[in-house]
């Protein structure tokens, strides 16, 4: 793919072909708004237009060396940073190798590019050291940090970018390519989409979990009970994510004995503290996918009961149709009961005291 080929990115992309053809690259640039699988597509071929051996009317070629090692994220002057795994951050040890590279020139490329994937996820102290590198920013060097939102940055960081928004109307378009080539289903991606967005965590254990097999599982036996036990699901559903919240917990005591052998105890027991945040971060987003799968169906439904064709879980509509035969206010129940719950998780509230609070209220309303 080719700054040409992209669609979706308007004007962010136009903007960038400028910067390019006008020779003016700032020292760091933030690109932000929705879609962002789109983000780092723009930023890969960014880099590419300012490093391709070949390029014709400053548009990168796609296929000479420079190309082909930038897209393949094995070019020493194009450094990629992000996160690892569904619930890490970018700490401080990452952003100071990064400056260490900065001391020399680019190796083969005209320009150094690091592009900062999910930057809004760096530490405290990542944060404060990317701060000091862009205060004194190296030549021939560009920094594209890729966020959500530009506020989820320092103030300090985002003032010294040039700002980029990218505002994409269907992310259908924009996804769909890029989830089925990485293996998912053709309706899978187009439903993992209309709920989840692009959101690159929930990607991650959507896949892990094998959450689309567990979805229909789910859906077949709510469906195969009547409404007054719909609390069985919660309680086998929640069983589920402790049992994955187990094996998370006992992966880290085996890599936890690795590195105390390789590094020894101290840097074992700072490693642990932080795998066990990362679990508990998965175990967030686990039951943030179960919360958003129930309250796409009871949306679905009420549609249907409406007259409504378009729906999200389109694969499934003979199903959504027999939940939509529930009465309309006990779905509307449901689905406000659902918002609270996807609020609660935002504002991280304790997992335990959640899933209290979602039992009381399945018996409250009669379940």
């Known amino acids: 793919m080719s700054f040409q080929d992209i669609k979706g990115a308007g004007w962010a992309l136009e903007y960038l072909k400028k910067c390019v053809e006008k020779g003016r690259i700032a020292s760091a640039y933030l690109f932000y708004g929705n879609g962002e699988w789109l983000r780092k597509r723009v930023a890969k071929e960014f880099a590419k237009a300012l490093n391709c051996s070949e390029a014709k009317n400053e548009k990168p070629c796609d296929k000479c060396l ?5 897209e393949k994220e094995i070019h020493p002057d194009c450094i990629f940073v992000s996160p690892h795994g569904a619930a890490s951050r970018i700490g401080i040890d990452r952003i100071r190798e990064i400056k260490r590279s900065l001391n020399l020139f680019p190796v083969e490329g005209k320009w150094r590019v690091i ?3 999910q ?12 701060l000091k590198i862009l205060e004194e920013p190296p030549s021939q060097t560009t920094f594209l940090l890729l966020a959500p939102h530009w506020e989820a940055l320092l103030p ?3 003032s010294r970018c040039q700002k980029v928004k990218f505002e994409v109307s269907s992310l259908e378009d924009i996804l769909l390519p890029a989830l089925i080539e990485a293996g998912y289903e053709e309706e899978e991606a187009k439903v993992f989409v209309a709920i989840y967005g692009g959101d690159e965590r929930v990607k991650e254990l959507w896949r892990e979990v094998d959450f689309w097999k567990k979805r229909r599982e789910i859906i077949e036996k709510f469906l195969g ?5 719909l609390s069985f699901h919660l309680d086998g559903l929640y069983q589920w994510v402790e049992d994955w919240h187990k094996k998370w917990k006992k992966n880290i005591e085996k890599r936890v004995k690795e590195v105390e052998e390789k590094e020894g105890k101290g840097t074992a027991k700072e490693r642990e503290s932080f795998w066990e945040a990362e679990v508990e971060e998965k175990r967030k987003i686990l039951v943030t996918l179960l919360i958003n799968m129930f309250y796409s169906l009871f949306v679905d439904a009420l549609k249907i009961k409406r007259g409504e064709k378009k729906i999200v879980n389109r694969d499934i509509e003979d199903k959504v149709k027999k939940i939509s035969e529930l009465d309309e206010n006990y779905i509307k129940e449901w ?24 039992g009381l209220k ?3 309303m009669g379940g």
């Open 362 to 364: 399945i018996y409250g």
């Open 115 to 117: 592009i900062i994937q």
């Open 335 to 358: 689905i406000g009961e659902l918002e609270e719950m996807k609020r609660l998780v935002e504002r991280n509230v304790n997992l335990s005291l959640l899933l209290g609070y979602i």
């Open 156 to 158: 300090t960081i985002s």
């Open 119 to 130: 930057a809004h996820r760096m530490t405290q102290e990542a944060s404060n050291a990317l």
């Open 225 to 229: 009970k009547k409404k007054v036990s």
């Open 66 to 70: 420079q190309c082909q090692k930038i």
